[in-house]
T-cell receptor
């Protein structure tokens, strides 16, 4: 089977840096994605890692270690609008369907 | 707006009734996914299409659920004999897959259809 683990909640203040971790167990690992979802909204794509290392996109960075079955999303210069749920997702079954984690609810305080 | 639309946005039905949802993906996308999401959980994979072919269906999916994608364009998801446990947000997502070595991994999600079964 497949499973992903994320912290359920993270709280930080504006301007801070926060790291959201994701560990996974899956067969046929193909890549790790991150999605953001605001309350009442649809998930939106943030980043994707297929190889080990750090990918940077503006204030967001994502890291992957395939040997450790671990990844994280790093959010810098936090803004109030970053308050949302963040999901990691792995491509499973030799690159076919996606399996999403339970999500981490980030609250950014003033 | 991601370019993926879903209809209806909300559906309230009585237990035992059949419901059908529609998803219109981004026109050039060849893959279409259906997910179910309940409050506080991540999206749960239901099924996906490559063009008009349904290539995978979740083993957790009841036989009451069926999906189609005629002509590889829009897709419909039908739930027969609805149960209260079917109450959830049903999300559709599309993506462009160019082959194993050149696939794009960004899924574009629609706004979802919220189903309430009374």
């Amino acid at each position: 089977g497949q499973s992903l683990e994320q912290p359920s909640e993270v709280t930080a203040v504006e301007g801070a840096i926060v790291q959201i971790n994701c560990t996974y167990q899956t067969s046929g690992f193909y890549g790790l994605s991150w999605y953001q979802q605001h309350d009442g909204g649809a998930p939106t794509f943030l980043s994707y890692n297929a190889l080990d290392g750090l990918e940077e996109t503006g204030r967001f960075s994502s890291f992957l270690s395939r040997s450790d079955s671990y990844g994280y999303l790093l959010l810098q210069e936090l803004q109030m609008k970053d308050s949302a749920s963040y999901f990691c997702a792995v491509r499973d079954n030799y690159g076919q369907n996606f399996v999403f984690g339970p999500g981490t609810r980030l609250s950014v305080l003033p | 707006d991601t370019g993926v639309s879903q209809d209806p946005r909300h559906k309230i039905t009585k237990r035992g009734q059949n419901v059908t949802f529609r998803c219109d993906p981004i026109s050039e996308h060849n893959r279409l996914y259906w997910y179910r999401q309940t409050l506080g959980q991540g999206p749960e994979f239901l099924t996906y299409f490559q063009n008009e072919a349904q290539l995978e269906k979740s083993r957790l999916l009841s036989d009451r659920f069926s999906a189609e994608r005629p002509k590889g364009s829009f897709s419909t998801l039908e739930i027969q004999r609805t149960e209260q446990g079917d109450s959830a947000m049903y999300l559709c997502a599309s993506s462009l897959e160019l082959g194993r070595d050149r696939s794009y991994n960004e899924q574009f999600f629609g706004p979802g259809t919220r189903l309430t079964v009374l």
